[in-house]
């Protein structure tokens, strides 16, 4: 047969690239990774917008040098990349009446804010008792808060405390990392049981960037090394058969959309695929089919969705000293809804709007503001057309922020991460009625044979402490490539 291979790798993301690379430093040369979009990355992807790079996916490293092998390729390559610019630029926080919230209120809320998650939720004893939703324990210790401060503020204080708990909830990281809908969504093992690298180095609370974006390092550092014939892109594979009493593998797959479907043959595949995707392919891409408890997980892991961004304008028609415009929403009449007058003549609603809690200024871009948006109002805008939707944003500008004579956007360049076909949402998460456990079993190889792994699971979804993240998935190409080295 033409087509065969020892490995093939499915998917050209971080996780595939990664197994790649370690497999060529081991000695094996003889795989094929087959990637269904026309470039290498999946979820780091770059765009180029006059000399800078914005990214659509993962934007910075996490942690530091000794617990994220990522610098150490980044330094390697000299592509580390470090805004230590500081930000003692202003913050605005504004409400519907375009008034203007008091920083202290919000440096006390948020202050308690952190407390109960980084201290309390962390210290909660999931083990011994049921799991709840990171919603609910929040909810409850902010009403303990809320209960003393009945007792010293009047109604239109505690109107402005509330209103900055629920921006807070809403621009809460695990909803902008994670892509969830609400904390209601996420279980308290799950937020956990991700590990957050701290960082303690010479990059100490800067962010890390890569130069050229997370794009110019995949290439340079993966993609570089491999020899034409070891990627294909424009690929998709259709389906993954085992044969001959579990010899070998069959991969069928078709190349630049054609109908024609060619099969290839390899003792090892190793599926790289988000979460998102093995959850729509599942049940057609497997024969036989996937085993129950390799199903159930996937059915059971979250997969969230996280939208960016990014407005151009031809000048800011904000103060240079300007760095956020903060929305925060009214929270006593959550029925009367804002109604955007850019949607009056179209089927368009408006209810994402209260999702969107502001927007920065890009840190190397001073003409251009920046948002994210997370969960199903995230999955909603990817169907406004991108003309309404900068629209829209300019009209939520102008409710906030009057003053300022908001113009229309002259650019709009956002991701859409749930309707890309072979990606289908952002990051994996741990929500209520999934655990801990699910990853795992995620991870484990079919058939579960040490001697003779067939299919193998790679990704970020499939790290038990790290899964969300470019590091998690880069080191599950590893993992999985070590399984196979020590086969031969
Ligand atoms: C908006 C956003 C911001 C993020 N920010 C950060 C951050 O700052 N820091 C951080 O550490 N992480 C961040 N992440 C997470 C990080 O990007 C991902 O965890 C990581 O890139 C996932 O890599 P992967 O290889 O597991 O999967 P993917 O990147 O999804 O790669 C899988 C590949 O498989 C291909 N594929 C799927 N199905 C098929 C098929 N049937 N045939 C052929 N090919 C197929 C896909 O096209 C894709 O290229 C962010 C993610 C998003 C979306």
């Known amino acids: ?58 934007e910075s490293l996490h942690g530091e040098i000794s617990n994220n092998p990522l610098y150490r390729l980044a330094e390697e390559h000299h592509l580390i990349d470090i805004d230590d610019r500081g930000s003692d630029r202003d913050d605005c926080y504004h409400d519907e009446e375009a008034e203007s919230i008091d ?58 405390q509330q209103k900055v708990i629920d921006w807070l909830s809403k621009q809460h990281p695990y909803l902008n990392t994670i892509g969830c809908n609400k904390l209601t969504d996420v ?45 294909e892109l424009n690929t998709i594979v259709k389906r993954v058969s085992i044969r001959e009493e579990e010899q070998y593998v069959d991969i069928e797959i078709i190349k630049n959309n054609q109908e024609l479907i060619t099969t290839y043959q390899a003792k090892h595949v190793v599926c790289t695929q988000s979460v998102g995707c093995l959850k729509q392919s599942m049940h057609q891409m497997f024969i036989p089919p996937l085993p ?41 009449d959550n029925d009367t809804e804002l109604q955007l007058e850019c949607f009056a003549k179209t089927s368009f609603t408006s209810d994402w709007c209260k999702s969107i809690t502001g927007f920065h200024v890009h840190p190397r871009l001073p003409n251009v503001l920046v948002t994210r948006i997370s969960g199903e109002a995230a999955k909603y805008i990817e169907t406004i057309p991108d003309d309404l939707l900068a629209m829209a944003f300019q009209e939520l500008l102008y409710h906030f922020y009057p003053d300022n004579q908001t113009p229309k956007p002259e650019q709009l360049i956002r991701s859409r991460w749930f309707n890309e076909p072979f990606i289908r949402g952002s990051h994996t998460f741990i929500k209520i009625g999934s655990s801990m456990h699910d990853i795992k079993q995620l991870a484990v190889p079919w058939p579960n044979k040490p001697a003779k792994p067939l299919i193998l699971f790679a990704g970020e979804g499939t790290h038990e402490r790290f899964y969300g993240t470019v590091h998690g998935a880069y080191m599950t190409g590893i993992r999985e490539a070590k399984r196979i080295i020590e086969l031969y």
């Open 1 to 58: 047969m033409e087509h065969q291979f020892r490995v093939v790798i499915i998917g050209a993301g971080i996780a595939g690239l990664s197994c790649a690379k370690y497999l060529i430093e081991n000695g094996i040369d003889d795989f094929v990774i087959l990637e269904a979009h026309d470039q290498i990355g999946g979820r780091c992807q770059t765009m180029q917008l006059l000399d800078h790079q914005l990214e659509l996916g993962a």
């Open 103 to 160: 920083e202290d209120v919000i440096d006390e809320v948020r202050k308690v804010y952190d407390e109960i998650l980084e201290k309390k939720v962390a210290a909660y004893p999931y083990e011994n008792y049921p799991d709840i939703s990171l919603g609910e324990f929040v909810s409850a210790e902010i009403e303990q808060y809320i209960n003393i401060k009945k007792v010293i503020l009047d109604k239109d204080e505690l109107d402005e």
């Open 187 to 231: 279980s308290v093992q799950g937020w956990n049981s991700l590990e957050r690298l701290p960082s303690n180095n010479q990059y100490n609370d800067e962010a890390v960037y890569m130069y050229g974006g997370f794009s110019n390092f995949l290439q340079t550092v993966f993609a570089d090394q491999l020899n034409e014939n070891q990627i």
């Open 292 to 332: 129950h408890a390799k199903r159930m997980c996937i059915q059971k892991l979250a997969f969230g969705t996280v939208n960016k961004i990014y407005l151009g304008y031809s000048q800011p028609f904000w103060d240079v000293d300007f760095q956020t415009f903060n929305f925060l929403w009214d929270t006593n």
